[in-house]
């Protein structure tokens, strides 16, 4: 008979099956509705006659943002002492963003699933890279998203407020008292009393990850990262209608779409991130119609596409470690 942690494993893997599977529909509907929104006729006009040498560039663009996080995530386990080589590492990392589509994207926790499977690794350790992963991220969307906020009128005190929720953002996160208050609290509750422990171990590793130099190389490669994805935005807005934004504006039209995906906590904030891009683009002079076949294209180009790499790399992985799914 299964053990309490193993049986929790599985529950929990086979939940960010579900909210994939939930995640591609929402992407079905979602897409739909842009297309009705934008007038469907003239959007399927625009994606038809559009030069798809553009859509290339812009997949070239996301893989280097995921190489990017790639050489985070190695550089990550081997601050908390957990040795793979370095293909293998890419793999694994590179297969987590098959749940890129997930609340959050906290599905990418499949790539300690795997860890654990081939490696052995407890979950509590790779765990903290995904949770550390996570906030630098939010820390480098949130400093572009404020940085081109300044473009706007009247978007000084937006970007204060971003820059603001950045730094708390570390502040809270690392505040050790605070951290244990809220998970002495978060324990008392029943369902999550037994596995206090391993949130603790958990928490430990986290602040762990949050020191002053694995920060710093975190939100650095993040920001980078991220701002490979803006420009893929300005690359597809120019082939679409020749829309011509500067970098600063396009880092606020790609970046808080996004952040407010995450808030929503809907898979891969699909809906919520499509409707405010949209939104933003029509606000720069693009017609419905453009501001929709853009959206469509970055969204193609960076959630979807990041969805077929992970496929593809989970595959591939699959093949060379000889893992089987925890049933």
């Known amino acids: 008979m299964a053990d309490?942690?193993?049986?929790?494993?599985?529950?929990?893997?086979?939940?960010?099956l579900r909210t994939l599977a939930v995640a591609c529909v929402l992407?079905?509907?979602?897409?739909?509705?842009?297309?009705?929104?934008?007038?469907?006729?003239?959007?399927?006009?625009?994606?038809?006659?559009?030069?798809?040498?553009?859509?290339a560039g812009a997949l070239i663009l996301s893989m280097?943002?995921?190489l990017m996080r790639a050489g985070r995530w190695q550089f990550y386990l081997r601050h908390v002492g957990i040795r793979i080589p370095l293909g293998e590492s890419v793999l694994v990392f590179l297969a987590g963003m098959v749940m890129t589509i997930t609340p959050g994207k906290m599905g990418e926790l499949f790539k300690?699933?795997?860890?654990?499977?081939?490696?052995?690794?407890?979950?509590?350790?790779?765990?903290?890279?995904?949770?550390?992963?996570?906030v630098t991220d939010l820390i480098a969307l949130l400093l572009l998203a404020a940085w081109g906020s300044l473009a706007y009128s009247g978007g000084g005190l937006l970007s204060l407020l971003l820059v603001g929720v950045a730094v708390g953002m570390v502040v809270v996160v690392s505040w050790r008292r605070f951290g244990f208050w809220v998970l002495e609290v978060i324990t008392r509750l029943p369902f999550l009393k037994r596995k206090s422990d391993r949130l603790e171990a958990a928490y430990i590793a986290l602040v762990n990850m949050l020191q002053p130099l694995p920060l710093a190389v975190?939100?650095?490669?993040?920001?980078?990262?991220?701002w490979l994805q803006v420009v893929a935005?300005?690359?597809?807005?120019?082939?679409?209608?020749?829309?011509?934004?500067?970098?600063?504006v396009a880092s606020f039209v790609y970046c808080s779409p996004m952040l407010a995906g995450v808030?929503?906590?809907?898979p891969?904030?699909?809906?919520?991130?499509?409707?405010?891009?949209?939104?933003?683009?029509?606000?720069?002079?693009s017609n419905a119609a453009a501001a929709v076949a853009v959206t469509i294209l970055v969204r193609v180009a960076t959630l979807w596409w990041a969805v077929v790499v992970g496929a593809l790399a989970l595959v591939l992985h699959r093949h060379r470690t000889g893992w089987v799914l925890q049933k």
């Open 233 to 248: 935005l300005t690359w597809l807005a120019a082939g679409v209608e020749n829309l011509d934004m500067t970098m600063q």
């Open 268 to 285: 891969g904030g699909i809906g919520v991130t499509e409707a405010g891009m949209a939104h933003l683009l029509q606000g720069r002079g």
């Open 218 to 226: 975190g939100v650095t490669v993040a920001l980078a990262a991220w």
């Open 112 to 134: 300690s699933f795997l860890l654990k499977w081939t490696r052995d690794t407890p979950l509590a350790e790779s765990s903290a890279i995904v949770v550390a992963e996570r």
């Open 27 to 55: 992407g079905a509907l979602t897409f739909a509705g842009l297309s009705a929104y934008g007038d469907m006729s003239a959007v399927v006009h625009d994606l038809r006659d559009f030069d798809y040498r553009y859509l």
């Open 263 to 266: 808030l929503a906590l809907l």
């Open 4 to 16: 309490p942690q193993e049986r929790d494993e599985k529950a929990q893997m086979k939940g960010l």
């Open 64 to 66: 280097g943002n995921f």
